[in-house]
């Protein structure tokens, strides 16, 4: 099970930190953060394997930054610099072969 928070209302130019806290142990998971915007399909906008190895959206690199603690089994983004283009439902995944997992979605809206 995952549990997201953080989302929230910003000006542009804002921050914010996603985190996403899993009951089970993420060390061997790669995890990410998803986002859907209104009318749009789900996209991928970061990703972290076990190694530490990451992966951004063109859109969000230089913006964006995944993390993770084993430790305490959360994932966290921390988006700066936002765009109003980056209003979605942010939703944390959790995946290793067929396991897949979802988080509820945290909203995220970006003002002008």
């Known amino acids: 099970q995952l549990q997201a928070s953080g989302g929230g209302f910003v000006q542009a130019g804002g921050s914010l930190r996603l985190s996403c806290a899993a009951s089970?142990?993420?060390?061997?998971?790669?995890m990410g953060w998803y986002r859907q915007a209104p009318g749009k399909q789900r996209e991928l906008v970061a990703r972290?394997?076990?190694?530490?190895?990451?992966d951004y959206v063109d859109s969000v690199k230089g913006r964006f930054t995944i993390s993770r603690d084993n430790a305490k089994n959360t994932v966290s983004l921390q988006m700066n610099r936002l765009e109003p283009q980056d209003t979605a439902l942010y939703y944390c995944?959790?995946?290793?072969?067929?396991?897949?997992?979802w988080g509820q979605g945290t909203l995220v809206t970006v003002s002008s």
């Open positions: 995944n959790l995946a290793r072969g067929n396991i897949v997992a």
């Open positions: 972290i394997a076990p190694n530490n190895w990451r």
């Open positions: 089970r142990s993420i060390t061997s998971f790669f």
